[in-house]
């Protein structure tokens, strides 16, 4: 499968993926009004019991044995380390890693948020429904853009957009007279350019190390994962869940990883020309 195929089954797959912490709170509110606190842990209990049933007898390995890889852990980190020494690798992740932290960071903080704008905490899940029909639309998009034109034009397209969404959301908290309403609209914007970042940028990166695409994919969800878990930590401790600061915070972590692919994105770009 060439890189721009993988591109577009990502855009199938990822709405899925990247909808799924939004839509969980969704879930979790409607679990904790009918029920109470334990009723979540069931069910997620469930749910993962599910998967695993699934995964086990539906589907089945379509690498033929020989060409498979004994499973040891030696052989994970070494497989890990190689990857990660592999510098347009670390680039093009670096792309998903920034859409997801600010991502994660506003979906974490957003409870806090909402209710400081005075929104009740029993309609904070319903507020997440906006934000992933805009990302699922960013997939829509990004998709038809793949038709015409390189994926790395592609994913600019969605970093514009995701900065322009990160900026407007902090600008709104300090001059709009509803930050409630604009809150909602200027992340919607950021999450449809995620609908671009996440997938297009987690194609390039793994398709950098196609050797060993699968040990890519896996590091990738590790950094996705990791960088996710560390931005709304930190987030979360600087800004002591003040609206305002939260606000800055996101979209400086937008500004930040706009600088650093447009300083890149050049020289990878044409390194990739070069190699191919």
Partial sequence: ???????KLYLVIFPFVG???AIAPFVGGILLQAFNW?????FLSLFILLIILLCYFVLTETLPPIKR???TSVGIIKSSIRILRNKQFIFY?????????????????????????GLSTLYIGYSYIGVSLTYVLGNLVARMF???????????????????????FALQMYISPWPFVTSLITISILTFGNGFLLPLGTTLATSSH?????????V?????LGSAALSFAVIGKMSEHNPWSVAVLLATCCIVGFIIYIRKANYFINLEKQSS
Avoid at 38 to 42: K, L, Y
Avoid at 95 to 107: G, K, V
Avoid at 210 to 218: E, F, L
């Fill in 93 to 117: 992740a670096v792309i998903p890693c920034f859409a997801y932290a600010t991502y994660f960071a506003y979906i974490v903080e957003s409870p806090f948020f909402l209710t400081a704008l």
């Fill in 220 to 224: 990738m969800g590790a950094l996705q």
């Fill in 38 to 42: 334990q009723a979540t842990f069931i």
């Fill in 69 to 71: 890889q004994s499973f």
């Fill in 1 to 7: 499968m060439d890189k721009k195929a993988a591109g």
């Fill in 19 to 21: 909808t799924s912490p």
């Fill in 210 to 218: 196609p050797q060993a695409a699968g040990a890519a994919s896996g």
């Fill in 146 to 168: 793949l038709k015409q034109e390189s994926m790395e034009r592609a994913v600019r397209r969605g970093y514009v957009i995701f900065v322009l969404g990160g900026v407007l």
